[in-house]
């Protein structure tokens, strides 16, 4: 259900801020972003696992909290990501 190595190399290398970038916090949101999206769609077909569920709030919490954080440090970046990724409406 998780991201395998490859797909998570892509989303790093595409969202990193530089060569060797692994956790800036563009790129914990855009993999965080992954895994949501995953989930979301395994919770569609399983709408009872509630252990799915409850992982999926904590991840979601977890990036509004990064996201929160983003904006709060520079604002343009944090415009350029959700915009990246199709946050926010």
């Known amino acids: 259900m ?5 797909d998570k190399a892509a ?3 595409e969202h990193a ?8 916090t563009e790129v ?3 993999v965080l ?3 949501i999206k995953g989930l979301t769609d395994h919770l569609r077909v399983n709408n009872r696992d509630e252990a799915t569920r409850r992982g999926l709030r904590s991840i ?5 909290r990064l996201l929160q954080y983003l904006n ?3 604002v343009s970046r944090y415009r350029s990501l959700i915009s ?3 946050l926010r409406g």
């Open 72 to 74: 709060g440090v520079d």
């Open 60 to 64: 979601v919490g977890r990036r509004r």
């Open 2 to 6: 998780g991201l395998d190595r490859a």
């Open 11 to 13: 989303i790093i290398t």
């Open 33 to 35: 972003t992954e895994r």
């Open 17 to 24: 801020t530089h060569e060797t970038d692994t956790g800036s």
């Open 84 to 86: 990246r990724l199709g």
């Open 28 to 30: 914990q949101v855009a």
